[in-house]
């Protein structure tokens, strides 16, 4: 089956610092990846989507000068929280889908990556 | 986005069948229905899909309504590791078929 994996799955920070997330797949390309965030008790909010080689296309009300997304080769997309603060405390998860894939094939979801900013 | 309805909450027993409910009223004629679970801490996980016919996987049954406007996730006997949140999307016909969550059913497996 096709995997995705997040980096790091944990990580806590500063106020005012930056925070890169990396979202990898492993043993397929995938063209176009999603980046999600969920509060606790809460549903998965979609941010943004991301194409390879292409600008990401955000949700309304995410900001993107604050949350960059760098899609820059088939298996890679990043993340970056710019200077995170503590309301930016969530569990960002990412998630692939292969290139050619049609609307019947599942997308395939990464572990997750917990932030907590203090 | 096509919109999905799930109750909040569900129990059962375990080793017991469970029957999930999602109303999806305004799904188009070319919308595939997706489940997804997510065990706690954990990323979403498939669990199943289908598009007009009932669907039979390892994990799950998919029972969809003659009209569409409905389905039901069902998993023939419920596990411990069965507790997570179910999520009903739809995937539209066209676009970047990106995924929209409602809020799901948390279910609750008693032992």
């Known amino acids: 089956g096709a995997v995705v994996s997040q980096h790091p799955s944990r990580v806590i920070c500063k106020s005012g610092t930056s925070v890169k997330i990396e979202c990898r797949s492993l043993?397929?390309?995938?063209?176009?990846m999603f980046w999600y965030r969920q509060f606790p008790k809460q549903s998965l909010m979609l941010m943004a989507t991301?194409?390879?080689?292409?600008?990401?296309?955000?949700e309304q009300g995410v900001e993107k000068d604050k949350f960059l997304i760098n899609h820059a080769s088939l298996t890679l997309s990043t993340l970056t929280v710019t200077s995170a603060h503590p309301e930016d405390s969530s569990f960002y998860i990412c998630?692939?889908?292969?290139?050619?894939?049609?609307?019947?094939?599942?997308?395939?979801f990464g572990p997750g990556t917990r932030l907590l900013v203090l | 986005d096509a919109k999905t309805t799930q109750p909040n909450s569900m129990e059962s027993n375990e080793e017991e069948p469970v029957h999930l409910p999602c109303n999806h009223s305004t799904i188009s004629g070319t919308d595939y229905i997706h489940w997804y679970r997510q065990l706690p801490s954990q990323g979403p996980e498939y669990v199943i899909h289908?598009?007009?016919s009932n669907v039979n996987n390892r994990m799950a049954s998919l029972a969809i309504a003659e009209d569409r406007k409905s389905s039901t996730l069902i998993l023939h006997r419920a596990t411990l590791r069965d507790a997570a949140v179910y999520y009903c999307i739809l995937i539209k016909g066209s676009g970047t078929y990106k995924y929209i969550f409602g809020t799901g059913t948390r279910l609750k497996v008693l032992a």
């Open positions: 991301s194409n390879e080689g292409s600008k990401a296309t955000y």
């Open positions: 043993d397929f390309q995938a063209t176009t």
């Open positions: 289908g598009l007009t």
């Open positions: 998630s692939a889908r292969r290139g050619g894939q049609t609307r019947q094939e599942t997308q395939y």
